[in-house]
């Protein structure tokens, strides 16, 4: 608060130069010295609330050209035009800044109805001050404010595709680990089931004592029950809502997959026929695989496995088939798992790529069909599968572009101010040609006057007087009042324009001249009288 006022004093003193300096000068009518003091209290008063009531402020540093002897002299119209630029810059709101311009047009109008003066000249002065002393500065602020608004609007846009991104990185980072936790229980599941395999085979070997046999069921057990345990967990780190993980490569082919899960003692046979497919379609080929396999050994330990892959120019067609288990078998879990895999997860993922996937009983073991498309249509090019949702809509529109508001804020302001500039410029012109023509039509020149004699004929007098009289004559600077009940006509005593110069009064009863007086100029000594009576 204390920093604010030495601001305040030092607008008060600017707004209050124009207003001592113009009186020194003689710009203006003479005036009473309460009356100098009342309108530079009333410009300290507008200096100190311009901030918490900008429109009291404007009202304010409006009242004294509206109540000076002339209307909205230079003495006044700086501090009306700074405070309605503040009014402009600091009023959030429109209405409340028309309403004042309403209010000062309205007192003026009032102002030239009751005086007894030309009213053309006096409405082209008050709309041309309203224009150029209040609607273009409050214009100017207004744009002002825009711009210190739209730069701020730029920073918190900044700051929040900041923010935005870091959460699209957080989200990426989720994303991968849940990626990196499905791709361990794929991996580790199959391995996993290779090992179970091989306990299975151990347990079946003919010359293995039966505490070893014993040994190697406790091993396949446990085996099977550390799949499901990373299944458990891997389905805690993954949300459901999530975007399917990538399907990382693999970094080998059906073939190698097939020949390691031999090694590992499976009894499988694989027979291809062409090429495996290359990209995202290999990498389904190998998944498909991965997981039948996975669970012929885990739901048929012992039972032959064939896997047939064939290459047509519409796709791979995979059949992954295996007999009865020599021994009781558990049942084939087809529903969807809670780490993201299964047969019913991996069939999603299929229809997504555009192919399709049944899995069920054949032949009393168990059979995966899979037809897997040459070009994956849902599989984008790092391998990330996205099923479209049935229930989807159209994208939305997207956003305009902050550029394209700015820019449409601009224009916007540029028409008001090329609007308001045309208005001000045909009003300026007729005004100016009006104040001209009356200036310089109403001129009676000093050797004129001087030959003027009192009781001379109206007649004689009316030969040298000019076409019109000054319509709002200084008789306030009269040094002396106009006989009671003459007819009294004023004029100018040259032709210069904007500046204060001698007036002469001539006063006329009963047809003749009974009075003329010399008014001296504004800011000339009262008792100064030049030419003759």
């Known amino acids: 608060m204390k920093s604010r006022r030495p601001r305040d004093a030092a607008l008060w003193a600017a707004l209050a130069v124009p207003a001592v300096s113009a009186d020194a000068i003689g710009l203006n009518e003479p005036r009473p010295l309460w009356g100098h003091l009342a309108g530079l209290a009333i ?14 402020a404007f009202l304010l540093a409006a009242s004294p050209g509206l ?69 273009f500065p409050w214009l100017a602020g207004r744009y002002w404010r825009q711009g210190r608004e739209l ?21 990426a980072r989720l994303r991968e680990r849940a990626r990196i936790a499905q791709d361990m229980h794929d991996s580790l599941g199959h391995e996993l089931s290779l090992i179970a395999v091989r306990a299975g085979a151990l347990q ?28 458990d967990i891997i389905g805690v780190l993954r949300d459901e809502g999530d975007e399917a993980a990538p399907l990382a490569p693999p970094g080998e082919t059906v073939a190698q997959l097939v ?8 009894p499988v046979r694989y027979a291809a026929d062409g090429t495996e497919p290359p990209g995202s ?4 080929a190998h998944r498909v695989v991965q997981e039948a396999l996975t669970n012929a050994a885990k739901y048929a330990p012992g039972a032959p496995v064939t896997v047939t892959a064939t290459r047509t120019g519409a796709g791979t067609t995979i059949e992954v088939a295996n007999a009865a288990p020599p021994g009781p ?29 049944t899995a069920g009983a054949h032949r009393k073991g168990f059979r995966v069909l899979a037809h897997v498309p040459e070009t994956t249509a849902a599989a984008t090019a790092d391998g990330t599968f996205r099923p479209p949702s049935p229930s989807s809509s159209p994208p939305p529109a997207p956003p305009a572009r902050p550029g394209a508001v700015i820019a449409l804020a601009r224009r916007r302001t540029a028409l008001a101010f090329g609007a308001a500039i045309a208005t001000g410029t045909v009003l300026v012109a007729g ?29 004689e007098v009316a030969a040298v007087l000019p076409d019109r009289s000054v319509t709002d004559p200084p008789v306030e600077r009269a040094p002396s009042p106009p006989p009671p009940g003459a007819d009294c006509r004023y004029y100018r005593s040259g032709g210069q324009l904007f500046t204060s110069l001698r007036h002469f009064r001539l006063c006329f009863d009963d047809g003749r001249l009974v009075d003329k007086t010399v008014i001296p100029k504004a800011g000339a000594d009262p008792r100064e009288r030049e030419g003759a009576r």
């Open 281 to 284: 379609a290999g990498r389904l």
């Open 431 to 459: 005004a100016f040609g009006w104040y001209a023509y009356i200036e310089t039509h109403s001129v009676l020149r000093p050797a004129d006057y001087a030959a003027l004699r009192v009781g001379q004929p109206r007649s």
């Open 151 to 171: 730069a701020a609007a730029g920073w918190d846009r900044a700051a929040q595709l900041e923010r935005e991104q870091r959460i699209v990185a957080d989200r």
């Open 329 to 357: 078998a558990a049942t084939p879990g087809t529903g969807p798992r809670n780490g993201g895999s299964g047969l019913a997860d991996l069939r999603t993922r299929v229809e997504a790529s555009g192919g399709t996937l």
């Open 204 to 231: 079946v070997a003919a010359d293995l004592p039966e505490h070893h046999k014993a040994a190697a069921s406790d091993l396949r057990v446990a085996a099977a029950d550390a799949t499901d345990r990373l299944r």
């Open 43 to 56: 410009l300290a008063a507008a200096a100190a609330t311009w901030r918490a009531r900008p429109v009291t």
């Open 259 to 266: 020949a390691r899960a031999a090694e590992s003692g499976l």
């Open 67 to 135: 109540t000076a002897p002339a209307l909205f002299t230079v003495s006044y119209g700086p501090a009306l035009a700074a405070l309605a630029l503040l009014l402009g810059r600091h009023g959030a709101r429109v209405r409340p800044a028309l309403l004042a311009f309403a209010a000062v047009a309205a007192v003026g109008t009032a102002r030239i109805v009751v005086r007894d003066v030309d009213p053309v000249v006096e409405w082209l002065v008050l709309l041309g001050t309203l224009l150029f002393g209040a609607v």
